[in-house]
């Protein structure tokens, strides 16, 4: 027991080596798998069947084909177990949720149901009415239509009772607002300056971009009290994604698009090259993107100290997707594009030749052991 004790001790004051990387191909078909999510290590995907498109729900273990119908199931989204899309009926598109063993039916009406998010059971969508589309929160048990007005509400997202989503301010207005619902009020965010775009959601906290002539955007935050514009140059600055305390965004530098973050008190360009670096997702400080390297593209992560370069193929790896130190994305195997995830093998130290010279035999046992948990 006390020459375990030593070797743990004297094994922790060396260096650890950098932590290895699983890749898991999740599918393996002659069709098109797409647009990947993961929360935790469930993963939901969409996948043509030679039919039509279908979803499709990994929990860490198994793969189960969710729906099998002879329409389009698309837009897959995902908060622990559950999982919500939308799917043309034959008349309209309606919302679905899946809790990890059975599908349920939100919607089922003659008008359109679009853009569902999820948040653990909680669900939100934008449903049309016939004349204009206002914005509809399941909360695990029963639906509320969070809106009421005669203009159009779209594009909502949702973190625990808080919903943030575009709409107008009023029947005359022609820029839509960013709104925000704390969970007993809506409160207007922006101000009819710009014109606003993709509201994404986390905890209270809000982003989004905007433009005020169609071409130059900036990204915007909203911290659970005021709204600040992050950026102010004259390129774009697109698709801000919001985790906690910090905000990742693409932005050109004039020449390319590269990847910006926040960390709640400055902004710190992540990349620097001569190539595009797109679809930036976050999860608390881990941050990933696409990139090109100069054959073709390849998923990138920034772990809060150093980017790593997840894939290294000949073929394009797109919009990836993370939960905590998990990965998804889309990857063309060379036929057509299949999902992978990524997790992090831990690694065990490495000892130096002192070092296991110091250990003896006994030491070394140990260590074998270690190396085997």
Known sequence: M??????????ASCSVTQAQWTITQLSNNTYYDYAPKVSGSNVVW?????????????????TAKVTNNTYNDIYPQISGSNAVWHNHD???????????????????????????NVSGSQAVWSGSDGSNSDIY??????????????????????????????????????KKEVFLFDGGNIN?????????????????????????????????YYDGSTVSQLTDNSYGDRYPQVSDDY???????????????????????????????????????????QGHDGNDTEIFLFDGTSITQITDN??????????GSNIVWQGDDGNDYEIFLATPTAS???????TLLLLGAAGLFAYSRLRKQ
């Open 137 to 174: 929160v399941y909360d695990g048990t029963s639906t509320t239509k969070l809106t009421s007005n005669t203009y159009n509400n779209q594009s909502p997202d949702i973190s625990g009772s808080n919903v943030a989503w575009l709409g107008l301010q009023d029947s005359s207005s022609t």
């Open 348 to 354: 065990v130290p490495e000892p130096s030749t002192l």
């Open 247 to 289: 905000v990742v965004w693409e932005g050109s530098d004039g020449d390319d698009s590269e990847i910006f973050v926040f960390d709640g008190v400055s902004t710190i360009q992540l990349t620097d090259n001569v190539s595009d670096d797109n679809y930036p997702m976050i999860s608390g400080q881990n941050i990933v993107w």
């Open 90 to 116: 034959g008349n309209d598109t309606e919302i679905f949720l899946f809790d990890g063993a059975t599908t349920t039916q939100l919607t089922n009406n003659t008008s359109g149901d679009l853009d569902p």
């Open 314 to 323: 000949s073929y394009n790896d797109r919009l990836p997707h993370i939960s």
């Open 46 to 62: 969409a996948g043509y069947d030679d039919v039509d498109s279908e979803i499709f729900f990994y929990n860490g273990t198994t």
């Open 188 to 220: 207007q965010l922006t101000n009819g300056t710009y014109s606003n775009y993709s509201p994404q959601i986390s905890g209270s906290k809000v982003v989004w971009h905007g433009s005020s002539n169609g071409t130059d955007y900036e990204v915007f």
């Open 2 to 11: 006390r020459t375990f004790v030593t070797a743990l001790i004297v094994l």
